[in-house]
């Protein structure tokens, strides 16, 4: 078993690993090394004549058993860019649905042959649109200007006055950072334009460049996530707050928090402000913030109930929180206030079984939020948050050393790949009304994220490196939130040799949060002319049609024929993931409410379990146990336990009547093997492991 350090300081980049000792590695990365680097896009040339996806020479194909349906009929090429670097940022939302006026739209840097006025160069920026479901499109330009302030990473989508069901009445937006070669980024361009009419190479009037040499409102960073619009209301976009985005140095980059960029519709173009929300987290020995860039923010559908979601390590956490964890700020205003929601420990048994320990104590596990593979957020019908993500367990618990986790054989795989539970699983995180946290999980995967440095990684960046490969996790919700969809790209370890993500098909699930019921996987490519071939995917926030019949999720790939991000890449639509009432069949149960388990709210010890402010502590005894078991509790009484299997199934609870801070129990007649006890105290929850021999 090895050790590596994250140091988690940007999106996609060129890794560099070196040895530290002989059995730690530490992956070396900077802002400006990968996602920054800037190709001579003018000067390459254009591949032509591709229209459907290749894959790869040497890749076999071979059926795979699994327990999925095929819901899309096929990927057809839309449009192009001039290279792949524009939809790297998987937290990026280039493709919307917007309902009302039922268009689909994508914002993409321009293809080779699509000429912009009065400057064309592959800054420039396109907006698609298609009122069919993908079966035409229309393309209009939204951003142009010289080579000084060439736009990157853009997303955005469409601006609908509130009632409104026509299209020529919309605007598209996009946005996204500014660059200048010479210098590197200079700031982040905001641009609108009316639908009214067809597309045209000419952006409109409302053409907006924040540079940072210059600000008109509070300086900010790369505005390159989670867009969001709402009807009638503001339209949004998550950035950084930071010091120097060109600098690799964490302390001179000096990442402080998220800025959210407010668009608000006024005769015909948008005023801009920005919110910033700055938390406190905890710092690094050689300079910088514990705190992670991809942030996020989730909307209902009328824009009252919002989050913004960072991850990093909060100022005061308790051994369990002290790693890369969720810090989510939320809204039931529109965003005219936020309040800081408590932290909580993102631990329960469903996860406890899934992470290795901490390195100095084998009985404290700390959950690692790890989203190189990506992750997303959404809002469901009744309010509450929804975070997708996969978690591993930290390597360390000391302030110096949070950057770390645990690598697996020679390949330095994340996952140990052995066992029931050695392998990459997404988890729905779910924040309900009151602020109680739960989790469900959605799946688990086979192959995980390659990295850079991988032989077998097929995409090469035209400067003799090559890009990261994550699954690319994302979230969409029905219009009235009632359903939640989950997408991620996965390959067949068979075909590939090993456990890498480098032939990837779109895998896809998703959970109806008013019966209860989730559906089978889906694998979405396989069959299809994108099988294997599903790179750098997108999925729309939003799903068209009616949650109380079938949703259609809207899915974009990007690739080209010999995978070399640097030269010209096509752009295919999905069509279509469709999601039908009669898929939804599998049942799901929990002690907190219907499919999620509770979290628990105090750090979880194996053997003696205390949350760390002195309140409460528990014993479990004897443990191991034949049948057998006493709990005890200093200081609180005992409420309520619970007992779920290996596998996160409940499978005894039972309620303390005796109003007294002792139980016994009587597992004689289970199978033996490990289970988890849940004990509600008068202010606690504690979960501990028991094992039955």
Excluded at 39 to 57: K, L
Excluded at 441 to 465: C, H, K, L, Q
Excluded at 658 to 684: A, C, E, P
Aim: aromatic fraction near 12%.
């Amino acid at each position: 078993m090895k050790k590596l350090l994250l140091l988690l300081f940007g999106i996609y980049f060129s890794l560099t690993l070196f040895s530290q000792n002989s059995a730690i590695t530490k992956k070396a990365t900077g802002f400006k090394n990968g996602q920054s680097q800037y190709i001579p896009e003018e000067n390459i040339s254009t591949i032509t004549g591709v229209n459907t996806p290749v894959r790869i020479s040497g890749a076999k194909h071979q059926v795979i058993t699994e327990n999925t349906m095929k819901v899309a009929a096929a990927a057809t090429k839309f449009t192009s860019s001039m290279n792949v670097f524009g939809v790297l940022n998987s937290t990026s939302k280039p493709l919307q649905f917007t309902p009302n006026v039922n268009i689909i739209s994508f914002i993409h840097r321009k293809s080779p042959t699509y000429v912009t006025s009065p400057f064309s160069n592959s800054g420039s920026v396109v907006g698609m649109i298609s009122s069919n479901n993908g079966i035409s499109w229309d393309s209009t330009c939204v951003w142009t200007n010289t080579t000084s302030i060439a736009a990157r990473y853009p997303q955005g989508g469409i601006y609908n006055p509130l009632g409104n069901t026509n299209k020529n009445n919309a605007y598209l937006i996009g946005c996204g950072p500014l660059m200048d070669p010479a210098i590197g980024w200079t700031g982040n361009f905001y641009s609108s334009k009316s639908l009214n009419g067809a597309g045209t190479p000419t952006p409109g009037i409302d053409q907006q460049a924040h540079l940072n040499a210059s600000p008109t409102i509070k300086k900010h960073s790369l505005s390159m996530h989670s867009f969001s619009s709402i009807e009638g209301g503001f339209v949004r976009s998550m950035g950084l707050i930071l010091n120097d985005p060109n600098s690799n140095n964490p302390a001179i980059f000096g990442l402080r928090g998220a800025a959210m960029t407010k668009g608000q519709f006024n005769a015909g173009a948008f005023v801009w402000s920005v919110d910033s929300f700055i938390p406190c987290v905890m710092s690094k020995p050689g300079g910088g913030k514990y705190l992670n860039e991809k942030v996020l923010q989730a909307w209902d559908e009328s824009g009252t109930i919002g989050y913004v979601v960072l991850l990093g390590v909060s100022c005061g956490a308790n051994p369990c929180q002290q790693s890369y964890q969720p810090i989510v700020y939320k809204t039931t205003n529109s965003g005219s206030t936020w309040a800081l929601l408590p932290q909580t420990t993102f631990l329960s048994p469903v996860i406890r079984n899934r992470i290795a320990t901490v390195n100095t104590n084998s009985n404290l596990a700390v959950p690692y939020f790890d989203v190189q593979e990506g992750w997303d957020a959404t809002v469901d019908n009744s309010g509450a948050l929804h975070i997708a993500a996969t978690v591993v367990g930290a390597y360390s618990s000391h302030p110096d050393s949070l950057d770390y986790i645990y690598t697996f054989g020679p390949q330095q795989y994340k996952h140990a790949y052995g066992g029931s539970f050695g392998y990459p699983t997404l988890y729905d995180f779910k924040c309900n009304s009151i602020g109680s946290w739960g989790v469900m999980t959605v799946d688990s995967m086979g192959t995980e994220f390659v990295p850079a440095t991988e032989p077998s990684n097929p995409w090469i960046n035209g400067m003799f490196g090559k890009f990261e490969l994550g699954t690319r996790i994302q979230m969409s919700r029905s219009v009235d939130g009632k359903r939640i969809f989950y997408s991620w790209t996965e390959s067949d370890s068979t075909i590939v040799g090993a456990k890498w993500n480098i032939y990837p098909d779109i895998k896809m699930k998703s959970f109806d949060n008013t019966t209860f019921l989730s559906t089978n996987r889906f694998n979405v490519t396989t069959g299809t002319n994108a099988d294997q071939q599903s790179y750098f995917h997108f999925m729309s926030p939003k799903a068209s049609g009616n949650s109380s019949s079938c949703n259609n999720v809207p899915l974009t790939i990007t690739t080209n024929p010999i995978a070399d991000g640097s030269l010209p890449v096509q752009h295919y639509y999905i069509d279509h993931a469709s999601f039908c009432s009669s898929t939804y069949t599998v049942p799901t149960s929990s002690t907190l409410y219907p499919a999620y388990y509770p979290l628990t709210s105090g750090c979880n010890v194996i053997g003696l379990t205390e949350d760390f402010d002195g309140k409460s502590q528990i014993s479990v005894y004897p443990n191991p146990s034949n049948g057998l078991f006493f709990i005890q509790s200093e200081k609180e009484k005992i409420n309520q336990i619970t007992i779920m299997d290996n596998l996160g199934r409940k499978v005894f609870k039972e309620a303390n009547f005796s109003n007294d801070n002792s139980m016994t129990i009587n597992l004689d007649n289970f199978t033996r093997g490990v289970y988890y006890i849940t004990v509600r105290l008068d202010n606690n929850v504690i979960t501990e492991k028991l094992i039955l021999q």
